[in-house]
């Protein structure tokens, strides 16, 4: 009987769906409200299709170059103030985007008794990552990146393996 009452509990637990809540309003305000103010003249439709990357792994190559070498930014920027705030970028948006996700590859199991497995949590999360990335361009509160979604991707992975291991520690 105390087995059943502790799957119930995981189940249920209303503060794990709180902080979930809270998790996703968090995300909303940081993907769509913080500092993503539309400041262009350009027409609609032209802003929409200058915010786009649908290569894979470009964005994640150009700011690895950044960061991989130092010395030809350097001369091409001519400062290292310069380089610096590029680095920070870069270092911010390679493992910014991993780490902000690795809860919702936590929280989609522990909330949703149906997304216990591997491919149902990454299609759920890949879809909702999706009319993220979708909503950030056609809202102009951000871009459409192919690599975010590859990096918040792996995020979600992460979250969802550190799941995984203290999930079958529990039970055993």
């Known amino acids: 009987m105390e087995n059943g009452m502790k799957k119930q509990e995981e189940k249920n637990n209303p503060i794990v769906r709180l902080f979930f809540v ?4 968090c995300m909303l ?12 003249e350009l027409p ?6 200058q915010n786009y990357n649908l290569r894979p792994l470009h964005t994640i ?3 690895w170059d950044v960061l991989a070498r130092p010395e030809h930014y ?27 996700f690795i809860p919702l590859g936590v929280f989609l199991p522990m909330c949703f008794p149906t997304l ?5 949590v990454m299609l759920t999360a890949l879809g909702a ?11 102009l509160r951000g871009s ?13 992975l992460l979250g969802f393996v550190c799941w995984k291991l203290v999930a079958g520690r529990k039970r055993k």
């Open 74 to 100: 350097l001369d091409k920027w001519g400062a290292m103030a310069i380089y610096r705030e590029q680095a920070k970028a870069a270092i911010v948006n390679l493992v910014g985007n991993v780490v902000l």
């Open 29 to 40: 305000y940081l993907l769509f409200v913080r500092g993503r103010a539309v400041q262009s």
């Open 61 to 63: 190559r150009n700011y």
């Open 144 to 156: 459409c990146d192919v690599d975010d979604l590859i990096l918040n991707m792996a995020g979600v």
């Open 116 to 120: 216990k497995k591997f491919w149902s």
């Open 44 to 49: 609609y439709w032209e802003q929409v299709l």
């Open 22 to 25: 809270v998790y996703c309003a």
């Open 129 to 139: 990552l999706l009319a993220v990335e979708i909503g950030q361009l056609l809202s």
